[in-house]
């Protein structure tokens, strides 16, 4: 037996000899569920590993739960900082950046800050879209295997005011360039898609190919196949450490496997440090609540596009959510984001009323947002037995099963479907 080899930053050590051919994944959110699923389907045997408890208030359960090939533009883009900038001085405001002192938040709002151009949003808005509308068919998919509420609808863009309706039929423009089915709608059109609900809005826009599930069972659906195939889900382990074939949990326990794959979320970037690797992510926390018996419920999903407030009919409930705060990893609840969130959705749907909030739980979750609004998807350069797959901010649920599948392919050891130079983990460090 060779001599054991130290991994960098890591104090782990890495024994070359019989390995174990499981596949162990950090996370077990969606995205890692997503992978777990797509490589048990390779016949591959899969440990799952998640810091949180069963159920656990993960960024995946409590979302919008929606699938939008309509958002093709990445969160860095022309006019963000400004507008940013703006919002920070409201504290009902659909972002926020709390500030401390840290030298992460510097460097990845530096980043983010050189990102956001429009070459950049016109070099990833065709990679968004193909990786968009391919998971949307793999969703398709999925919902022939199990059920969690799949709607085909489209989702509707809801515009207040005049001038921001121009500026969304621009980018509607743009999204029929990249071929995908849009309708921009007066306010007559906007009652003939959802007849059932009254809408307070100057127009919007149908983007026909967008959807919307329970998210919840959405998680439970993947959990039971895996289960049923022989996979393992392990909950309450805080993963210290990763090396090349191997993962240290907070307790001392080593795991060894055949190849790590890393989709830790918000906790992606400590991870990734662990292998000698910068990959940057700030958690950017979201709020959602979810009402039982509402006084308006509409067919489609819709966002509310000047509060960026995400409406979804689940079943016969009503999930409200919106707010992106640069926070680290605090989940606490800052109600009067909250308060923001519950305003807009009255405004826009006048059947609601706030008191209909009132008890009900706000749900927190932390997205894990890159610098440049892609996620990063691929090998740890210098490991061979190491992937990452994370980064996806807002986007972790529509685009869970394209990644997935994508890491099974490079697992593999095949190219992968849709090209993923683009979403290097290294392309910060």
């Given at each position: ?6 991994l ?24 890692g ?12 045997e ?10 656990g208030?993960?960024?995946s359960?409590e ?8 958002h ?8 963000v ?7 920070l ?14 030298l ?9 800050i ?6 950049h ?22 919902s022939?295997?199990?059920?969690f509420?799949?709607q085909r ?20 423009g ?5 071929g ?7 306010p007559d ?5 959802d007849?059932g609900?009254?809408m307070n ?8 190919q967008?959807?919307h599930?329970n998210?919840?069972?959405f998680l439970?659906?993947?959990k039971?196949?895996?289960?049923a ?8 382990c ?8 191997i ?8 795991i ?5 794959i890393?989709?830790g ?12 690797t910068?990959?940057p992510?700030?958690?950017g ?23 960026k407030?995400?409406?979804t ?15 680290g990893?605090?989940?606490s609840?800052n109600e009067?984001r ?5 305003k ?6 006048p059947?609601l ?14 997205r ?18 190491v992937?990452?797959a994370?980064g ?7 685009l ?5 599948k994508?890491v ?7 190219s992968?479907t ?12």
């Amino acid at each position: 037996m060779k001599a054991p080899e130290s991994l960098a930053f890591s104090g782990l050590s890495y024994y070359s000899g019989a390995v174990n051919e499981r596949v162990i994944i950090v996370g077990g959110g969606v995205v890692g569920l997503c992978c777990a699923y797509y490589l048990s389907q390779e016949g591959r045997e899969v440990l799952v590993l998640e810091r949180e408890q069963e159920q656990g208030d993960n960024c995946s359960r409590e979302n919008a739960g929606m699938i939008v090939p309509s958002h093709f533009t990445p969160l860095a883009a022309p006019g963000v900082v400004t507008q940013g900038l703006k919002w920070l001085l409201d504290a009902e405001s659909p972002f926020y950046v709390r500030p401390r002192l840290s030298l992460d938040l510097a460097r990845w709002g530096l980043s983010f800050i050189s990102c956001a151009n429009s070459r950049h949003v016109t070099a990833s808005a065709g990679l968004l879209r193909d990786l968009q509308l391919a998971s949307r068919e793999l969703f398709k998919d999925l919902s022939s295997h199990f059920d969690f509420g799949l709607q085909r609808r489209g989702l509707l863009m809801l515009c207040e005011s005049s001038d921001f309706l121009k500026e969304e039929e621009e980018l509607a423009g743009k999204a029929q360039e990249l071929g995908l089915r849009v309708e921009v709608c007066d306010p007559d059109r906007l009652r003939e898609l959802d007849p059932g609900v009254e809408m307070n809005a100057q127009g919007g826009i149908w983007y026909e190919q967008d959807c919307h599930l329970n998210p919840g069972e959405f998680l439970n659906g993947l959990k039971e196949k895996l289960i049923a195939v022989g996979g393992e889900l392990r909950y309450g382990c805080k993963v210290r450490g990763v090396g090349d074939g191997i993962v240290e949990l907070e307790d001392g326990e080593r795991i060894q496997g055949a190849e790590i794959i890393v989709a830790g979320g918000a906790w992606t970037s400590g991870l990734a440090r662990s292998l000698g690797t910068w990959v940057p992510l700030q958690g950017g926390k979201g709020y959602s609540m979810t009402l039982q018996n509402p006084g308006a419920l509409p067919q489609l999903c819709s966002l509310l596009g000047e509060a960026k407030v995400a409406i979804t009919p689940i079943g016969d409930s009503l999930r409200v959510a919106g707010t992106m705060e640069i926070c680290g990893e605090d989940l606490s609840i800052n109600e009067r984001r909250v308060q923001g969130i519950i305003k807009a959705a009255c405004r826009v749907f006048p059947d609601l009323r706030q008191e209909e909030f009132e008890g009900i739980r706000r749900w927190s979750g932390l997205r894990p947002c890159s610098p440049d609004g892609l996620p990063y998807l691929g090998r740890v350069e210098g490991r061979e037995k190491v992937l990452v797959a994370s980064g996806h901010a807002m986007l972790g649920l529509s685009l869970g099963p394209i990644t997935g599948k994508l890491v099974s392919e490079i697992v593999a050891g095949r190219s992968p479907t849709i090209p993923v130079e683009q979403l290097a983990v290294d392309r910060f460090a």
